[in-house]
Nanobody
Framework: QVQLVESGGGLVQAGGSLRLSCAASGRTFSNYYMGWFHQAQGKEREFVANIAWSGGSTYYADSVKGRFTISRDNAKNTVYLQMNSLKPEDTAVYYC????????????????WGKGTLVTVSS
């Protein structure tokens, strides 16, 4: 059974930083693209960033480029999202997701999901 467990969310002031973690278990993720999505209250879930598990290539939504960095530690089966210069509009539940073999920015195309972690940015 595949499990993705997010952690690291919380309350931070605008301009601050948080690092989210996503621990993957249940199978080898060497052929999976790992990604982060977020969903603000009353809005649809949106793509944030993704990373190839073995290749290290990354892709970001325009809204977070230059502020967020996705990375992974294969030995720990963990993906990270370093979030800097946070803005109130970054407030959302952040979800970790995995997709087999091919990258995607569409939540409907992801194969596995975590339960999410809440990030709140105060102004």
């Amino acid at each position: 059974q595949v499990q993705l467990v997010e952690s690291g969310g919380g309350l931070v002031q605008a301009g601050g930083s948080l690092r989210l973690s996503c621990a993957a278990s249940g199978r080898t993720f060497s052929n999976y693209y790992m990604g982060w999505f977020h969903q603000a209250q009353g809005k649809e879930r949106e793509f944030v960033a993704n990373i190839a598990w073995s290749g290290g290539s990354t892709y970001y939504a325009d809204s977070v480029k230059g502020r967020f960095t996705i990375s992974r530690d294969n030995a720990k089966n963990t993906v990270y999202l370093q979030m800097n210069s946070l803005k109130p509009e970054d407030t959302a539940v952040y979800y970790c997701a995995a997709r087999y073999l091919m990258p995607s920015q569409k939540d409907s195309e992801m194969h596995h999901w975590g339960k999410g972690t809440l990030v709140t940015v105060s102004s």
